[in-house]
């Protein structure tokens, strides 16, 4: 029998080929970090709905999802339709367009927190803007931010992360306050020592959309209520949580409303962009006044010459009025609960130490055990880390390449709108039968 990474090898010769030029051209053959695999990752052709076929001719179910952005699936008809509708029209204007009062209108719809909205051309932006309103407003410097929590990769959001930080001046992160995540007492704590701290953000659900959670709705109000005591800006980082945690993000979901909220992916339709929206004191701190000394001394400045482009705006408004008519969260999240169900049922089955927990249609696979409600892990976060990085969850990604199923990172299943009960019947197969495989190489 072949091994797991043999058969990789043996099913992927088009992508091995292709990656041997790549790694000529991109640093380690990519263009984003989380592509690289090794001996080689996989190159997609197109996708459909659920699904997505590789240069070999290899069909996925598809749980990476866009990178979360895709809760209607690959292709959905109506964005399709609108956005090649849209790019006979003109991709850049070049002027306002009636699409991105559309736009801002669908998002508003949802989440009734966003009383002004800027758009932008990615996360990162957002997470950047967010951090530099809250600033301005406040007239304070410094940033909460959470240990591990993700907001893109720009100087500040690089603080409190595992990862080297070579190129970003020790200045910029001396303007960040990295608390543990889930420890309120230490929010508290930070917030009462230092006197210049402009802002808290975070990721609602936990780090990683959930994979680090805490007591999220206690975990939450808490925030709230410190970081208004304090004159904090609390921002919700709803990059991936926007419009999945339920249709309005974490904050319907929970019933906390933060003062900003940073939003891309499903906002966009799954093209690229972002967005920061809340409070219009805040995010007018952009708006003009008509006082020369503000207008131009003390104004935050937001060029940008994708914001708000013609295609993006179609493809997000249509996407959130999609959201917004039609029973899409309740879809998804009821093929994420059988697959979270059919997952811990194949752990017991198999005895194989291990469990998948999440919310809506976020699940997280731990290949460790836990007793836990299997909506919010409560594993202490040093340990689902540990798992996470064992070479079994390596192997275990790889054979459920092997079997045509596409996690995203090492541990997470983004399910859509179009994921049916067959194709989670079919995952949990592959699930076992990559399980297996790993058994058999004794990693677990
Ligand atoms: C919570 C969160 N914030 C910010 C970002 C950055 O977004 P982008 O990749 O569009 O820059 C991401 C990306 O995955 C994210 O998950």
Partial sequence: MPTILEEYIA?????????????????????????????????????????????????????VSGHGALILGHSHPAIADAVSEQIRRGTHLGACTDDEVRWAKAVQALMPSIERIRFHSSGTEATLMAMRLARAYTGKNKVIKLQDHFHGWHDYAMAGSDRPAPG??????????????GDLEAVEAALERDPDIAALILEPTGAHYGQLPFDVPNYLRGLRELTAKHSAVLIFDEVVTGFR???????VRYGVTP??????????GALPGGAVGGKADIVDMIAHRGDPDW????????????????????AGATCLEIIASQPINQQADAMAARLKTGLNDIFGRMEVQGHAHGIASMIHVVLDDCDCDREICTMPHGQIKRA??????????RGLLNQGVDIMGRDAFL??????????????????????????????
């Fill in 11 to 63: 099913k992927h010769p088009g992508s091995a080929q292709r990656y041997a030029e790549a790694v000529g051209i991109f640093p380690s053959g990519v263009t984003h970090d989380n592509r690289y695999a090794e001996p080689f990752p996989l190159y997609i052709t197109h996708g459909q709905g659920p699904r997505k076929w590789d240069v070999d001719g290899n069909e996925y179910i598809d749980y």
């Fill in 295 to 314: 207008d131009n001394n003390r104004r935050v400045y937001h060029p940008g010459t994708f914001n708000g482009n013609p295609l993006t705006a179609v």
């Fill in 415 to 444: 399910v859509s709108a179009t994921h049916t009960e067959a194709d989670i019947d079919q995952t949990l197969q592959a699930v076992e039968d990559s399980l297996a495989a790993v058994r058999e190489e004794g990693l677990v």
């Fill in 245 to 251: 945690a339920s249709s309005g993000g974490a904050q």
């Fill in 388 to 397: 996470t990085a064992s070479p079994a969850v390596t192997a275990f990604k």
């Fill in 259 to 268: 003062d900003l909220t940073t939003m891309a992916k499903i906002v966009a």
């Fill in 168 to 181: 970003i001046p020790a200045d910029s992160f001396e303007t960040m306050v990295i608390v543990p995540s």
